[in-house]
């Protein structure tokens, strides 16, 4: 029998606590942070709202850290993060194996100048998001998330995470979902940074019109 490590107590060794510790751990220290009154949160997804990953899926790539590695990045949605980060608190919140968080962190950096390995949190399932959304209402009082909360397009059939976003409205998240992401185009990141303000304040969200040049873009989202 092999001596060596998993991957999983690798990564144990590498975070110093087990992983579920280790991201709610981050989670503290980022809530106990300085908040400004009227302060609203702002959480990304990573995968098809940042990254184009539903294709990877038939890629053949060798192993899930290729396959991460070689995620093309969303340039649209990439820019309208970069506007976010400057005007509000904000984190990405990704559904993904604990193992791929070095991967994670290096394409973040790679593709959006991220380097706040503090506010990359990362669960299992798109259910687990719920806890941590919840805790960063309770701490800032208003939480926008935007996030696809779609699957499957990899096997020819989208679903979505219907009870997950019936929980969102539930618990007061404000979410802007795969229409809202495939309507953000070169020619309307800029309405787009309007809308999300104007959430962040407490007025109706509203999807962005992605204009003529939507047909021409290839269909997106697909993952949690």
């Known amino acids: 029998m092999s001596s060596r490590p998993s991957a999983k107590h690798r990564l144990r060794g590498a975070l110093g606590l087990p992983p579920q510790l280790f991201f709610d751990a981050l989670l503290t220290r980022f809530l106990a942070g300085q908040r400004l009154p009227g302060d609203a949160v702002v959480v990304f997804d990573l995968d098809n709202t940042l990254a184009h990953t539903w294709p990877s899926f038939a890629q053949g790539h060798a192993h899930i850290w290729a396959r991460l590695a070689s995620l093309p990045p969303r340039p649209e949605m990439v820019e309208l993060f970069a506007r976010v980060r400057q005007r509000r608190p904000w984190l990405v ?74 929980q969102l409205a539930r618990i007061g998240i404000t979410h802007l979902g795969v229409d809202f992401i495939e309507g953000v185009t070169r020619a309307t990141v800029s309405e787009a940074e309007r809308a999300i303000e104007a959430a962040c304040q407490g007025q109706p969200a509203h999807v962005v019109d992605p204009g003529p040049d939507a047909a021409a873009r290839p269909a997106t989202s697909g993952g949690s």
């Open 93 to 166: 919140l990704t559904a993904r194996e604990y193992r791929t968080w070095p991967t994670t962190l290096a394409w973040l950096r790679r593709h959006t100048g991220v380097r706040e390995s503090g506010r990359v949190i990362m669960v299992r399932s798109a259910a687990e998001k719920l806890p941590i959304l919840n805790r960063l209402r309770l701490a800032y009082g208003r939480v926008l998330l935007i996030d696809d909360m779609s699957r499957n397009h990899e096997h020819g059939e989208v679903l979505s995470y219907d009870e997950v976003m019936a």
